[in-house]
C-alpha cells in the first residue's frame, strides 16, 4: 500500500488530454514539493516534473504540473503513443524523514 | 554527459548480502546527494536511503534499517548499497538516482538498474 495514491490507469486517444491524480497529507504533499517521472516499459524512470511545476529541460510543454493542498496533478496534452508508460508522483515526507512514491498510473494511448 | 552506471544483475542466495555500486561521471560528484530506490518486479518505486557523498552520511528508510549500508568512494565518484540478510521479496531492480541541486529530494538522474535475483 503506497503513501501516496494515484489511479492505477488512465487512458485516452492520441491527441487528447488527460489527467493523473495524486493525493496524499499535510505531511508529504501538503508541505512539500511533488515530482513526477515517466518510467517507460524496461527502463529507469525519467523526471518529468519538479517542484509541483516546473519542467527540467527537454521534457516539452505537453506535460504540466499543479498542486493544490495535500492533492497534485500531473495533465499531459496532445497525447501520442510514445507517451504510453507507468507514471509516478512522489514527495518528501517529514513524518517519515525519506521520499514516498504513489503507486504508479500506467497509461494507454489508444 | 551527466551519467550513473551501475553494477551487473546479481543471482544470491536467501540470507546473503548483495553489494550494488553506481558510478557517477559528467558533474562534480561530492555536490549532489544520491539516493537508492527499488521496484520489485511488476510493482511500484520504493525509497530506500539517501547518503551525502561529501561527508559519507547516510539515511534509511524505516523499511530497510539495519539491513542496509549506503557508502562511497570519492576518488572513483562511485556510491555503493549493500543489503543484507536477503529474502526472496528482496527480489526486484534496484536503481540508484541523483538528488537534484536545491531540492535534494527529487531525483534528476538515473542509473541503469540492478537486477538483484534472490533465490535458493
Known amino acids: 500500500q503506497s503513501v501516496l495514491t494515484q489511479p492505477p490507469s488512465v487512458s485516452a486517444a492520441p491527441g487528447q488530454k488527460v489527467t493523473i491524480s495524486c493525493s496524499g497529507s499535510s505531511s508529504n504533499i501538503g508541505n512539500n514539493y511533488v515530482s513526477w517521472y515517466q518510467q517507460l516499459p524496461g527502463t529507469a524512470p525519467k523526471l518529468l516534473i519538479y517542484?509541483?511545476?516546473k519542467r527540467p529541460s527537454g521534457i516539452p510543454d505537453r506535460f504540466s504540473g499543479s498542486k493544490s493542498g495535500t492533492s497534485a496533478t500531473l495533465a499531459i496534452t496532445g497525447l501520442q503513443t510514445g507517451d504510453e508508460a507507468d507514471f509516478y508522483c512522489a514527495a518528501r515526507d517529514s513524518s517519515l524523514s525519506g521520499v514516498v512514491f504513489g503507486g504508479g498510473t500506467k497509461l494507454t494511448v489508444l | 554527459q551527466v551519467q550513473l552506471v551501475q553494477s551487473g544483475a546479481e543471482v544470491k542466495k536467501p540470507g546473503a548480502s548483495v553489494k550494488v555500486s553506481c558510478k557517477a561521471s559528467?558533474?562534480?560528484?561530492?555536490?549532489?546527494?544520491m539516493h537508492w530506490v527499488r521496484q520489485a518486479p511488476g510493482q511500484g518505486l520504493e525509497w530506500m536511503g539517501i547518503i551525502n557523498p561529501s561527508g559519507g552520511s547516510a539515511g534509511y528508510a524505516q523499511n530497510f534499517q539495519g539491513r542496509v549500508t549506503m557508502t562511497r568512494d570519492t576518488s572513483t565518484a562511485t556510491v555503493y548499497m549493500e543489503l543484507s540478510s536477503l529474502r526472496s521479496e528482496d527480489t526486484g531492480v534496484y536503481f540508484c538516482?541523483?538528488?537534484?541541486?536545491?531540492?535534494?529530494?527529487?531525483?534528476?538522474?538515473w542509473g541503469q538498474g540492478t537486477m538483484v535475483t534472490v533465490s535458493s
Open positions: 517542484d509541483n511545476n
Open positions: 559528467g558533474y562534480t560528484f561530492t555536490i549532489y546527494y
Open positions: 538516482a541523483r538528488g537534484r541541486s536545491g531540492t535534494y529530494f527529487t531525483f534528476d538522474i
